[in-house]
């Protein structure tokens, strides 16, 4: 690692000799200022060590650490170290990045903020538009609701095990909980299989089982016009239109009985509503993955009682329930995988 000289500035006088130390060109910029026994080590332009040393500073020589190199949160609070400091500490520490878009959520506090905290998550992570979560999603379309903070949010396109998805995070949702049900999708053998995703989305599922677990075809279907769109633009991006059949509207509309080897079921709370047209398409045999959210705990019970009730005479097994992620206190997103006879 390269080597730069360094300035010692006791804390008790780095307010005052910091700034000065910049605003008369004697730091080096292109290096980061460190903390070390009660002094902060502040990078020095060759050329200017004998200015630093007039000032009463000692210095000593150390590896030059980058700007770049410092942790995301450290630079971002240095930018915003004028908002008092208890707003400071409960600035965000997770984000989500979506090709040149990245939302955070932030506490009501915070927003007075706004467009500083944009610019800045802007400039330190290096994207074009920064915007708020600030309710989740909602209604029957889980549509989110977002504020931008800073520039103009676009379609971006998120690179994931291999999928390409391309979408508006204003208008459609990307939910990176069911990161690990995106994976496994991937990984199933559904060769010559004929599957149903009765929710599909812009593809969260679809695409990958469609890319890679062999099926033979996919029939997607999206109630949301917006949704349906990049779901489109999906199948396009990810090549994989002679595998899938996209289907616009309800999917209680779609046609046919007991031709589903397989069904995708990934939507939550109101679920067991489309059971009865899930049983419909099941051939015998059929494995269902069914999402809904339970009270932890009960979720076997509850699932149980669903297929019983959408099932009549036909036999069923649960052959696994896991949790996708938590959903509220004491309420989690799980998924069980339901084989129907």
Same mark, same amino acid.
């Given at each position: &690692?390269? /080597?730069?000289?360094?300035?010692?500035?006791? %804390?008790?006088?780095?307010?005052?000799?910091?700034?000065?130390?910049? !605003? *008369?060109?004697?730091?080096?910029?292109?290096?980061?200022?460190?903390?070390?026994?009660? $002094? =902060?080590?502040?990078?020095?332009?060759?050329?200017? #060590?004998?200015?630093?040393?007039?000032?009463?500073?000692?210095?000593?020589?150390?590896?030059?650490?980058?700007? /770049?190199?410092?942790?995301? &949160?450290?630079?971002?609070?240095?930018?915003?170290?004028?908002?008092? +400091?208890?707003?400071?500490?409960?600035?965000?520490?997770?984000?989500?990045?979506?090709?040149?878009?990245?939302?955070?959520?932030?506490?009501?506090?915070?927003?007075?903020?706004?467009?500083?905290?944009?610019?800045?998550?802007?400039?330190?992570?290096?994207?074009?538009?920064?915007?708020?979560?600030?309710?989740?999603? +909602?209604?029957?379309?889980?549509?989110?609701?977002?504020?931008?903070?800073?520039?103009?949010?676009?379609?971006?396109?998120?690179?994931?095990?291999?999928?390409?998805?391309?979408? !508006?995070?204003?208008?459609?949702?990307?939910?990176?909980?069911?990161?690990?049900?995106?994976?496994?999708?991937?990984?199933?053998?559904?060769?010559? %299989?004929?599957?149903?995703?009765?929710?599909?989305?812009?593809?969260?599922?679809?695409?990958?089982?469609? @890319?890679?677990?062999?099926? =033979?075809?996919?029939?997607?279907?999206? @109630?949301?016009? !917006?949704?349906?769109?990049?779901?489109?633009?999906?199948?396009?991006?990810?090549?994989?239109?002679?595998?899938?059949?996209?289907?616009?509207?309800?999917?209680?509309?779609?046609?046919?009985?007991?031709?589903?080897?397989?069904?995708?079921?990934?939507?939550? /709370?109101?679920?067991?509503?489309?059971?009865?047209?899930?049983?419909?398409?099941?051939?015998?045999? #059929?494995?269902?993955?069914?999402? *809904?959210?339970?009270?932890?705990? @009960?979720?076997? %019970? &509850?699932? $149980?009682?669903?297929?019983?009730?959408? #099932?009549?005479? =036909?036999?069923?097994?649960?052959?696994?329930?896991?949790?996708?992620?938590?959903?509220?206190?004491?309420?989690?997103?799980?998924?069980?995988?339901?084989?129907? $006879?």
């Amino acid at each position: &690692m390269r /080597q730069v000289r360094e300035a010692k500035v006791p %804390e008790d006088r780095a307010s005052e000799l910091i700034p000065r130390l910049f !605003d *008369d060109g004697i730091a080096d910029p292109s290096a980061r200022i460190t903390r070390a026994e009660g $002094f =902060r080590l502040v990078p020095i332009k060759e050329e200017r #060590c004998g200015d630093a040393i007039a000032l009463g500073l000692e210095m000593i020589t150390g590896p030059a650490y980058s700007e /770049q190199s410092r942790p995301p &949160m450290e630079r971002i609070k240095d930018i915003l170290d004028d908002i008092p +400091s208890y707003d400071l500490a409960h600035l965000p520490e997770k984000w989500e990045i979506a090709g040149d878009v990245v939302t955070v959520k932030l506490r009501p506090s915070l927003f007075q903020y706004g467009r500083r905290i944009g610019e800045a998550y802007a400039e330190v992570l290096g994207v074009s538009a920064v915007l708020a979560d600030v309710s989740g999603v +909602s209604g029957e379309f889980r549509v989110p609701d977002m504020k931008v903070l800073y520039g103009e949010p676009k379609e971006s396109v998120k690179v994931e095990n291999g999928i390409s998805y391309c979408f !508006d995070v204003t208008k459609v949702m990307f939910a990176s909980g069911n990161l690990f049900e995106r994976k496994r999708m991937e990984g199933l053998d559904c060769s010559g %299989e004929t599957v149903v995703d009765m929710f599909c989305g812009i593809g969260y599922f679809t695409l990958p089982l469609a @890319k890679f677990s062999g099926a =033979r075809k996919v029939f997607a279907c999206e @109630k949301n016009p !917006d949704s349906y769109g990049y779901l489109l633009k999906n199948i396009a991006l990810n090549d994989v239109g002679d595998v899938v059949i996209p289907i616009l509207g309800d999917n209680r509309d779609i046609p046919g009985r007991a031709f589903a080897d397989r069904i995708l079921m990934g939507y939550v /709370q109101r679920t067991s509503e489309f059971l009865p047209k899930a049983m419909q398409m099941a051939k015998p045999g #059929c494995m269902i993955h069914y999402h *809904d959210t339970f009270p932890v705990g @009960k979720q076997e %019970e &509850m699932t $149980f009682s669903a297929f019983s009730d959408a #099932c009549g005479n =036909r036999r069923f097994e649960i052959e696994s329930i896991r949790e996708v992620k938590s959903f509220a206190p004491s309420v989690s997103h799980y998924v069980a995988d339901v084989r129907v $006879f």
